[in-house]
């Protein structure tokens, strides 16, 4: 079982920007759909955004305007960026694996996850 990494996290200010990664240390992610959930403190796990095998973004649970996700050219890394950070964005951001490539299947993978703090 891949097991995923999250990176990138830490305190931002209101207003900033943030861009979190997900990798898998010795696997290449390629035609995996990779998917990035939140959790805020005490509310349950929120998806965000999930991209396919064919590189295209879809929405988890709902829409999220400010969050734009992304995979580089080696396609070994997913990007989460976080746009005009507002303090309920605050919580543990993490990836999972859909080893099939389509973002409506089952995820696996779970990483640790990253933690991000919103303070002025």
């Known amino acids: 079982q891949v097991q995923l990494v999250e990176s990138g996290g830490g305190v931002v200010q209101p207003g900033g920007s943030l861009t979190l990664s997900c990798t898998a240390p010795g696997f290449a992610l390629g035609h995996n759909a990779i998917g990035w959930w939140h959790q805020a403190p005490g509310e349950r796990q929120e998806g965000i955004l999930c991209?396919?095998?064919?590189?295209?973004?879809f929405a988890i649970d709902s829409k999220k305007d400010r969050f734009t996700i992304s995979r580089n050219s080696a396609k070994d890394t997913v990007f989460l960026q976080i746009d005009n950070i507002e303090p309920e964005d605050a919580g543990i951001y993490t990836c999972?694996?859909?080893?099939?490539?389509?973002?409506?299947?089952?995820?696996?993978?779970w990483g640790q996850g990253t933690q991000v703090s919103v303070s002025s």
């Open positions: 999972a694996l859909e080893p099939n490539g389509d973002c409506d299947g089952d995820f696996g993978g």
């Open positions: 991209i396919d095998g064919d590189g295209d973004a």
